[in-house]
């Protein structure tokens, strides 16, 4: 059998040269503590060590109902709101009128957003991915397309993360090509093996009769939620996830 290669050999003595250094420079470090410490006539304090916990971190990549439109600011959308009962640490990317193929006035599309926003980052512990709702513009084909590579390179990626798509979201009675869109982004989720929740039902239950534009939900543009209307959509993603199964 061959020995290892010198190369191998090369980089075993950089990183046992490395670990030695580091531990001598610990050591000087905590042998001047001690000495200054002795010779102020105080004692040397003892290294206490402790578990740090943190929240999950969560991505999100969409449109203006995630990044915020109009009085609404990104710490105020419905993902934010979610966050902060979940506990996460939300990173928001994306643009208002972007989809997954429209790039709007951004000029970008999700696929864009997801590369220059968020995928040079250390891998999150969940990934959002939450639009459709500017892609009329294109058959529903088309956009389930956009949406299959879209998940695909964010799972390439990042392959521990879990990845959710959520579907386009109206705060009014969705139009018929709406549907399609939403149809065709689910089977692109399941397609990618990642889960798909649809916010059409549940908006219908709770936004009940008051989704005209400048009531309590939507804004006077008719279409983008008011800051009770992203209470009302945070609401419907966290019990939408409570009730997730843990193996999607």
């Excluded at 105080?42 to 969409?62: D, E, I, L, N, Y």
């Excluded at 926003?117 to 639009?131: F, Q, T």
């Excluded at 521990?160 to 090509?177: D, F, H, L, Y």
């Excluded at 065709?184 to 916010?199: E, I, K, N």
Aim: charged share 20%; aromatic share 6%; glycine share 10%.
């Amino acid at each position: 059998m061959r020995g290892p290669s010198r190369a191998h050999r090369s980089l075993t003595q950089h990183r046992g040269t490395a670990a030695l250094l580091t531990c001598a420079l610990l050591l000087t470090a905590t042998a001047c503590s001690g000495a200054s410490g002795e010779r102020a006539g105080r004692p040397t304090p003892k290294a206490v060590a402790h578990t740090v916990s943190r929240s999950p971190v969560v991505m999100a990549v969409g449109d203006s109902f995630t990044v915020g439109s109009g009085p609404v600011r990104s710490w105020n959308t419905y993902l934010a709101g979610a966050a902060r009962q979940l506990g996460w640490q939300p990173v928001i990317a994306g643009a208002s009128g972007t989809g997954y193929l429209n790039r709007g006035r951004a000029g970008r599309n999700f696929l864009a957003s997801f590369t220059d926003e968020l995928s040079w980052r250390p891998a999150p512990d969940l990934l959002i991915i939450s639009g459709g709702h500017n892609d009329r513009r294109w058959t529903p084909r088309r956009v389930g397309t956009a949406c299959y590579r879209l998940i695909t390179t964010a799972k390439k990626r990042w392959p521990k993360t879990r990845v959710i798509v959520i579907g386009p979201i109206w705060m009014t009675p969705a139009p018929s090509w709406a549907l399609d869109v939403r149809d065709s982004v689910s089977s692109a989720a399941r397609r990618a093996g990642v889960a798909f929740l649809d916010p059409l039902p549940g908006l219908s239950k709770t936004a009940g009769a008051d989704t005209g534009g400048g009531s309590e939900l939507v804004l006077p543009d008719g279409v983008h939620p008011t800051p009770v209307g992203h209470q009302r959509l945070a609401r419907w993603l966290v019990d939408s996830l409570r009730e997730m199964p843990l193996s999607q």
